[in-house]
T-cell receptor
Framework: QKEVEQNSGPLSVPEGAIASLNCTYSDRGSQSFFWYRQYSGKSPELIMFIYSNGDKEDGRFTAQLNKASQYVSLLIRDSQPSDSATYLCASPGNYGQNFVFGPGTRLSVLP | SAVISQKPSRDICQRGTSLTIQCQVDSQVTMMFWYRQQPGQSLTLIATANQGSEATYESGFVIDKFPISRPNLTFSTLTVSNMSPEDSSIYLC???????????FGPGTRLTVT
């Protein structure tokens, strides 16, 4: 059974700092990973995806994938209070089947 | 990305009754999914809604409890049958971009069973 694990938090960082969110996975065959942001009372919103080992940058967000160690991380630079949300790591199966979400990490950015 | 709407956005239902949730997409998509998110929890995939055939259910979910229809490539329904308070949850539909496997979510339906 594929599993995706995250520290549930809450993770608190001061405004302007780097927030580091981590995710580990059990299925060595997993090829891609997605990071979703979910504000309280809202549906998840896709913010990043990564397929290859290494880093992928998009604005203030950087996703990092290390397949050998089976972890994927999301760095948020210059954190803002508006980044306060739950961040979900997810790994899809074939054609979306067995799409597994981690439990999510709650991030709080303190002004 | 596709624009997804769900109806109703929320409902309060009596135990033993059934509720049908509708999901409409503004473009044709091959893959549609239904998820449940219980309070304070992450998302759990209920089933894949297949156009023209029976839905594919994940472990722990059965068709009698969660019948799904997918009459075309832009629409699906999920029915929560014979509801109990344990069914109180947010139900979300999602669609998948076939090339990238990215999933996009509808706004969700918040169900409370009393």
């Amino acid at each position: 059974q594929k599993e995706v694990e995250q520290n549930s938090g809450p993770l608190s960082v001061p405004e302007g700092a780097i927030a580091s969110l981590n995710c580990t996975y059990s299925d060595r065959g997993s090829q891609s990973f997605f990071w979703y942001r979910q504000y309280s009372g809202k549906s998840p919103e896709l913010i990043m995806f990564i397929y290859s080992n290494g880093d992928k940058e998009d604005g203030r967000f950087t996703a990092q994938l290390n397949k050998a160690s089976q972890y994927v991380s999301l760095l948020i630079r210059d954190s803002q209070p508006s980044d306060s949300a739950t961040y979900l790591c997810a790994s899809p199966g074939n054609y979306g089947q067995n799409f597994v979400f981690g439990p999510g990490t709650r991030l709080s950015v303190l002004p | 990305s596709a624009v997804i709407s769900q109806k109703p956005s929320r409902d309060i239902c009596q135990r033993g009754t059934s509720l049908t949730i509708q999901c409409q997409v503004d473009s044709q998509v091959t893959m549609m999914f239904w998820y449940r998110q219980q309070p304070g929890q992450s998302l759990t995939l209920i089933a894949t809604a297949n156009q023209g055939s029976e839905a594919t259910y994940e472990s722990g979910f059965v068709i009698d409890k969660f019948p799904i229809s997918r009459p075309n490539l832009t629409f699906s329904t999920l029915t929560v049958s014979n509801m109990s308070p344990e069914d109180s949850s947010i139900y979300l539909c999602s669609v998948e971009e076939s090339e990238t496997l990215e999933q996009y979510f509808g706004p969700g339906t918040r169900l409370t069973v009393t």
